[in-house]
């Protein structure tokens, strides 16, 4: 019965978030069409696997994986990305939002005494984080907007391993509530993408056969 509660309300949170990010407009508005012109475009590709924090320990919750694609577009030190998320899982029951959502993150980066630090504006939530100079390993945490104050969660952290010699990006998205310097977990999902860059090809890559 527990278990069941504690889903119950990690459906019902999901949901909150979800109306949240979509109650307004995903992405900032401009009279400029997006390229890749004038930035560094990377094409990030992968999944996430849902765990819930039970009993003290975090258990596999499968019907809430997902599959997700992010463009991600570097302008120097400002970063603008969009992110599609899928949940395909047949035991998907839909009451954590849609199966298809769309979430905008923009990033700023400033050296600030000798350290890497950002500041965060999404559709789910400001915030902060840091990272080293060449965006190997980030961690960005923000507090959650648009949800209700008995939700099990109040703050995202997001810590990012960019892997570029091996075109992977490994990260944790956690979600948690934080009641002073006190952390309570609630969920985490651990993503992989793969790095997708522009290319050429000698010839069709496909065939009909």
């Known amino acids: 019965m527990r278990r069941l509660t504690v889903l119950m309300t990690f459906i019902a949170a999901l949901a909150l978030s979800s109306c949240s990010s979509t109650g307004q407009s995903i992405i900032p508005e401009s009279k400029t069409l997006l ?95 840091t990272s080293d100079k060449e965006f190997r390993e980030q961690t960005l945490q923000f507090a959650a907007e648009g949800i209700s104050l008995y939700a099990p969660y109040n703050t995202f952290r997001i810590t990012q391993h960019y892997k570029y010699e091996e075109g992977l990006l490994m990260e944790t998205v956690e979600l948690f509530k934080l009641k002073g310097s006190l952390e309570i977990p609630f969920i985490k999902i651990e993503e992989t993408a793969q790095i997708f860059r522009p290319v050429t090809h000698e010839s069709a890559p496909t065939r009909f056969n």
């Open 35 to 129: 390229s890749t012109t004038d930035n560094y475009s990377i094409v990030w590709v992968g999944g996430g696997q849902a765990y819930t924090y039970v009993n003290g320990q975090y258990e596999r919750s499968e019907s809430n994986d997902y599959s997700f694609e992010v463009v991600q577009r570097r302008y120097g030190n400002a970063w603008k990305s969009v992110k599609n998320m899928h949940r395909i899982h047949p035991d998907y029951d839909g009451k954590s939002g849609p199966r298809e959502q769309t979430m905008f993150f923009g990033l700023n980066f400033q050296e600030v005494d000798g350290n890497i630090v950002s500041t965060l504006k999404s559709t789910l939530g400001s915030g902060a984080g």
